[in-house]
């Protein structure tokens, strides 16, 4: 499937008007591109402006300057009724429309195919039914949105936004209400969603694990400083997370895709079976090691398997030990002495 340009801003500026004629500046100059079939991910600390963006995007604010386009047209050429056709909005409040079905909420997306009288026909039900299926909720079409679980009802109001049959999703934290394993499954949803439907999906999330796990694109936003976009493996590499997300005492560590009290500096090598060597370098990060390739004149830790790792001291003497806890513990000796 051909990927386009579905958003395409140009000196973007972004940001508030204010009583005489003021204007609070957010951001400006931004040049972005959200694509089609991709899912993007908009990062970045509270107060950055992330839900500036998605309203300016949206038309539910006026850029302070340069220009915005949806699927190659400019967004004041835009009527309401041509937008809705367009873009669908999932906005992070919780939806208050706990008297209806579920069946009845997705069947607000048709709104803008039914005309006045909101008459759904054959067609419309179609629609509804196949958005309803994609989420994975067609079994709870006749309960009441007040019956769903906080995953259940974020995927109705997906459902309803696909529904509406928009090239275009914008999704303001749709994961910020969610336990574990709904954030998951929302994310694993969008990014299909994006691949099978060529949707162009944008999302605001403060989820850093699952945006780059999952994000096709990333957007990195922080007050008074450039936007940086790309895939997360070469935003991670270039340094751009450090630079963005590290603040004092607080650190991107690239090895491990996360965000760290503070980067350890003292190293263990750690070799053997990939899955438990993530697990073990996990556990030494957290108490204070770095994982780090092996090498003579520091301890090394083999791992052949999640009950068998193999500690080899510099001096030359070896210790087996049978669970991460024994490591951790001994660690903690080394430590003081």
């Known amino acids: 499937m051909t990927k386009i340009a579905a958003i395409e801003t140009k000196g973007l500026g972004i940001g508030y008007l204010l009583k005489g004629g003021k204007r609070k500046v957010v951001h400006d100059d931004l040049n972005l591109q959200l694509v089609s079939g991709e899912v993007t991910c908009l990062l970045g600390l509270n107060g950055a402006g992330k839900s500036t963006l998605l309203r300016t995007l949206c038309g539910f604010q006026p850029p302070l300057g340069g220009e915005i ?8 050429g835009y009527s309401q009724a041509s937008f809705s056709l367009t873009v669908g909005v999932v906005l992070t409040e919780k939806t208050n429309a706990g008297g209806i079905t579920v069946y009845e909420l997705v069947s607000l997306g048709r709104h803008p195919y ?3 009288f909101g008459q759904l026909r054959k067609q419309d039900r179609v629609v509804i039914e196949q958005s309803l299926e994609a989420v994975g909720i067609a079994h709870k079409a006749g309960n009441y949105v007040s019956e769903l679980s906080d995953g259940e009802r974020q995927k109705a109001m997906i459902a309803k936004a696909l529904a509406q049959q928009c090239p275009i999703i914008l999704l303001d934290e749709p994961t910020a209400f969610l336990d574990v394993t709904s954030r998951i499954e929302t994310m694993v949803l969008l990014h299909r969603l994006a691949v099978e439907q060529g949707k162009a999906i944008l999302l605001s999330t403060h989820d850093l694990d699952l945006a780059i796990q999952m994000g096709d694109c ?7 400083r450039p936007m940086a ?9 270039s340094g751009a997370f450090e630079s963005f997300f590290g603040k004092e005492g607080i650190v991107f560590d690239p090895a491990t895709g996360k965000l760290n009290t503070e980067v350890p500096t003292s190293p263990i090598g750690v070799e053997g079976d990939y899955l438990v060597s993530y697990w073990v370098g996990n556990a030494l990060i957290r108490n204070g090691y770095r994982p780090s390739p092996v090498k003579e004149g520091q301890l090394n830790v083999t791992c052949k398997g ?25 660690v903690g000796v080394l430590d003081r002495c």
């Not at 386009?69 to 004041?76: A, F, T």
């Not at 990333?218 to 008074?224: H, I, V």
């Not at 976009?229 to 590499?237: A, R």
């Not at 991460?324 to 001994?330: D, G, K, M, S, Y």
């Open 229 to 237: 976009c790309g895939i997360p493996e070469d935003l991670i590499m």
């Open 114 to 116: 039914t005309g006045f």
């Open 218 to 224: 990333l957007w990195l936003q922080e007050k008074n």
């Open 306 to 330: 999640p009950h068998e790792l193999i500690a080899a001291f510099p001096d030359g003497s070896c210790k087996e030990l049978r669970t991460v806890a024994e490591l951790t513990a001994l």
């Open 69 to 76: 386009r949806l699927m190659g047209k400019p967004l004041s």
